[in-house]
Structures are given as structure tokens and as C-alpha cells.
């Protein structure tokens, strides 16, 4: 039998799934709220019949990356790891979002650049410093203006923002439903999640 009559293409998931594999990828500084929008975005689609998965940054820091530091080329690295998982799960038909500072645009870029065309969807979590600080869950930029923390993004290291996200989240402004609302909508709108379905044709 040839190899070829023997692979499964990500086209047959689609067909099977009635939807398509996906990136979605939260960007931007701690306590912005990504973990909270990537849990809440994971509890809607799942509930919705969807295979998701939220691929953390603390989780990946634990385990596959937890032999790499803050300097810019271990972020790098880290997210270049990050980057291949998300691959392979959206490659198996899952709906992945990630949950990751990822400070510098070419680092997101390399990601954006390993997915296929409307495979990747960048937002852009936005939240002012003062009100991250403020927030502060684990009391990081205390820290980190304490001098206890070095290359801290945000404060001793820096965060570029996206030029052109494909979605940004104020969440200064926007609470939690709004934010999952708005992305729904934007996957819908690229019929991913099944919105705009893969019809089987037998």
C-alpha cells in the first residue's frame, strides 16, 4: 500500500471534526489576563462540542522549557518549543490557545510562520502597566521593582506590542464574556470551531 493511502491529511480531520484545527494566540504582559481569557475560551468551546486545549506558559516553563532562563534567546527558544506543540495539536484537528507573554514580534512571527494561511490567530491581550501592576496575582512587579526579579517584561525587559493583530482585547476595559464573546466571533468569522463547518460531501 502506498505511504500516501496511509496518512491521515489534516483535511480528513477537518472532514471528521466539521472544523478545522487552529492556533489561538494570547500575547502580552503578566496579568494582562490571558490565563483568564484561555480558560474561559477553553470552557466555551468545549462546552460548544470542540476538541481545545490551552497550552499555559507557567506549564511549559515547568516541563519541556524548564531548562531555559529570561535572557532574549532562551525566550526565544521557549517560545519556538511553544510554537511546535501548538503545531501539532492544531495538525490534529484541536482548537489550541496559548497563554504566553511572548514579548518580541519576530518570536510570534516564527509562529505565526509554521501554521498555514489563517491557522494562526494573534491577540493581543491589552491592559495598561499601571493596571497589570495593580492587579499583580503573584506579586511579580513588586518584585521585579524590588530588584528581585531581573529582565522582568514589562519593567526591566521589553514587551513589543503587535502592529497588526488579527484581534486586541482591552481588558481594562472589557470583562471576561465580552472578551470570549469577541473571539468567538473572529473564529466564526474565519470559520474555524466549526462555525462555518467542513461539509462532508458523502
Request: with cysteine.
Amino acid at each position: 500500500m502506498k505511504e500516501s493511502l496511509r496518512t491521515v491529511r489534516a483535511e480528513e480531520r477537518a472532514l471528521r471534526n466539521e472544523y478545522s484545527g487552529v492556533v489561538v494566540w494570547l500575547t502580552g504582559l503578566s496579568a494582562a489576563g490571558k490565563t483568564t481569557i484561555a480558560n474561559a475560551l477553553e470552557r466555551e468551546l468545549f462546552d460548544e462540542g470542540r476538541q481545545v486545549y490551552v497550552l499555559d506558559g507557567d506549564k511549559m516553563r515547568q516541563g519541556l522549557c524548564s531548562d531555559l532562563d529570561y535572557s532574549p534567546e532562551s525566550r526565544k527558544e521557549n517560545i519556538r518549543r511553544a510554537g511546535e506543540v501548538a503545531k501539532l495539536f492544531a495538525d490534529a484537528g484541536i482548537v489550541c490557545i496559548t497563554a504566553f507573554i511572548s514579548p518580541y514580534r519576530s518570536d510570534r512571527d516564527m509562529v505565526r510562520a509554521m501554521l498555514p494561511s489563517g491557522g494562526f490567530l494573534e491577540v493581543f491581550v491589552n491592559a495598561p502597566l499601571t493596571v497589570c501592576e495593580r492587579r499583580d496575582p503573584k506579586g511579580l512587579y513588586a518584585k521585579a521593582r524590588a530588584g528581585i526579579i531581573k529582565d522582568f517584561t514589562g519593567i526591566s525587559a521589553p514587551y513589543e506590542p503587535p502592529f497588526q493583530p488579527e484581534l486586541e482585547l482591552r481588558t481594562d476595559t472589557m470583562d471576561v464574556a465580552a472578551c470570549i464573546a469577541a473571539v468567538v466571533l473572529e473564529l466564526k468569522k474565519r470559520g474555524k470551531h466549526g462555525a462555518n463547518p467542513v461539509h462532508r460531501t458523502t
